[in-house]
Structures are given as structure tokens and as C-alpha cells.
């Protein structure tokens, strides 16, 4: 699949990580309602962001009243509205098939694209019969002809993956989005069977953000070179901060409460937390534009960093 034996996920993280895995398998059957929804939020957020990364620029307000009310919002494409509406009923698909344990494969990868690019593209859920250039790509994607031998091999080594779930979700996103099976639509797809992978292996459901593209691209260009790397640790970023939402429905320690409310119960400052917070050092996630942690996390932030 890829040519080390060795993680390439920071062996800290990846444990820290696990051991959040493993509370959420210990608290399982999860609260059906509570977890409908979060569910419905990680939709939106998804929808959101997955499109805002390829350049909609429909808002998350905007976004939540296409989908949740139907309504369309003046100056905007059509495009743009079908894209979200396309998108939400694509990941409503994903739900559905980790719940039936459907298995990557031709019919399912092209079943997502019918549905991501329905009244978009007229070659919506067909693989490419042209060869393309992507604007601003170092790497030209592969000749047409060669689209679905290099799509079993993908899908041959998903089965076989020996690798963490997380590092095999990763290495499925990038070697999509290098061999582009699709004319367009395939970035939007990638992040929906990034996600289906995951699911069907009881991961949370995860978003890659608007805010953290630059990064998104030159990791997947650090890939396209031969370093998977970078990443495998940008998606088990995600998947960590979905864990730490998914955790804070049960409440108690693992709640989540704004920084500022917390930080009088430590010896720093907002501020201070905050860029912590940033660092990666301090479990936190960012709601809105509020930074929101909870007591288990920073007391073990005060364990592992704190005064002496």
C-alpha cells in the first residue's frame, strides 16, 4: 500500500487517540437521540466545509437554510445550492451504507458521485473517458484508460489494509483524489469515503475545515511526492476532535465549556490556554470562534505541562 512498515502517525497521538476510541467503545449503545443529533450538526458542518474547500461560498448560515428549510439564497448560483443539497444527500447515503457494512467498491464510489454532482455534471457517477489537467497541480492526473485498474488496485488494497483504520482512511483519501477518476467532484467525494471508511469501523464522523485548506493541499501534495505522513496526522487531527464532541455528550469531566470558564480554575490565562489550545498541546475545540475544552483535558494539560 505504501512502502514503510512503521507508523505514520505520531505514536502519542495515535495513543492518545485509541484511548479516546476505546471510552466511546466502553459507553456504547451511545444515546440514540443525543447522537441524532450531532449527527445532524456533523452533516451541516460537513456540507459546509467539504463544498467552501472547493470554493462555494454559500455560509454556514446560508448552508443551513438550504438544507434545513429549502429556501435558496439571493446572488447565489444555482450550482452553489445544488451542491449543497447534493452533498447532505450524499452523506445521508454514507450513513446508510456503514450501516449496512457496504464495503468500498465501483458501485459504491460511483453511487456517491451520482449523487454529490446530480444536475452538475452530465457524466455524473460515470469514471472519466477524457484525460484532465488540474489548475496549479504538479502531478498530472493518470490516463483515462487506465482509471479502473488503478481504481481495483485501490480498492484491493483497502481489503487487504493491515494498517491503523485512520492511517488506511488517509491513504484512501490521497490515492483517490491522485488517480481523479472523475472529471469533477473528486476532493467532494474523497471527504465522503474518508468518512464512510471510518464510520463502517465505528470512527466518529469527521471534518476536514474551510479554515485549515492551505494545509489540506500541501499535505496532499507531501503525499503525491511519497510522504503520507503529514497526512495521516491531519486526518487523525480530525478524528480527534470529533471524538472529543462525540465524548462531550455524556457530560461529566468530559464536557465541553468555553475556555474562558475554565480558565480561572487553572494557574493561566485565557490567552495562554488559548495558544496552547492552537499548539495541539491543550484538547480543546474550536465552536463558532470560541475555543471550548473540558475538565478532563485540562487536567490532564496541568499533569503533563503545568507548573511544578
Do not use: C
Request: avoid cysteine; charge should be negative.
Amino acid at each position: 500500500m505504501y512502502d514503510t512498515d512503521t507508523s505514520l502517525i505520531q505514536e502519542e497521538f495515535l495513543l492518545h487517540v485509541d484511548d479516546k476510541m476505546n471510552r466511546l467503545n466502553s459507553m456504547r449503545p451511545l444515546p440514540a437521540d443525543a447522537i441524532g443529533r450531532l449527527h445532524e450538526e456533523m452533516k451541516l458542518m460537513h456540507t459546509y466545509h467539504s463544498n467552501a474547500i472547493e470554493g462555494n461560498t454559500l455560509t454556514l448560515a446560508e448552508t443551513k437554510i438550504v438544507l434545513e428549510e429549502g429556501l435558496t439564497i439571493g446572488g447565489k448560483s444555482l450550482q452553489e445550492h445544488l451542491e449543497a443539497t447534493n452533498n447532505a444527500k450524499a452523506f445521508d447515503l454514507i450513513e446508510d451504507l456503514a450501516e449496512k457494512r457496504t464495503p468500498v467498491d465501483h458501485v459504491t464510489i460511483q453511487q456517491i458521485h451520482e449523487i454529490v454532482t446530480k444536475g452538475i455534471l452530465e457524466d455524473a457517477g460515470n469514471y472519466r473517458t477524457k484525460n484532465v489537467r488540474i489548475t496549479g497541480a504538479v502531478k498530472t492526473p493518470p490516463d483515462w484508460s487506465k482509471i479502473v485498474k488503478l481504481m481495483d488496485e485501490l480498492i484491493k488494497n483497502l481489503v487487504e489494509s493491515k494498517r491503523h483504520p485512520i492511517e488506511t482512511a488517509a491513504f484512501l483519501h490521497h490515492r483517490f483524489v491522485e488517480i481523479h477518476p472523475f472529471t469533477d467532484g473528486n476532493g467532494r467525494v474523497a471527504r465522503l469515503l474518508t468518512n464512510l471508511y471510518l464510520i463502517s469501523r465505528n470512527y466518529p464522523l469527521i471534518v476536514l475545515k474551510k479554515e485549515d485548506r492551505n494545509k489540506y493541499y500541501k499535505y496532499l501534495r507531501a503525499a503525491d511526492s511519497g510522504n503520507l505522513g503529514p497526512f495521516a496526522n491531519f486526518v487523525t487531527k480530525a478524528v480527534d476532535e470529533s471524538l472529543t464532541l462525540y465524548l462531550s455528550i455524556f457530560g461529566g469531566p468530559d464536557e465541553l465549556i468555553p475556555l474562558r470558564e475554565l480558565a480561572p480554575e487553572t494557574p493561566y490565562s485565557q490567552d495562554y490556554l488559548s495558544l496552547r489550545a492552537r499548539q495541539g498541546l491543550l484538547d480543546a475545540v474550536k465552536i463558532g470562534n470560541k475555543w471550548h475544552t473540558s475538565r478532563r483535558s485540562i487536567e490532564q494539560y496541568l499533569s503533563e505541562h503545568g507548573e511544578k
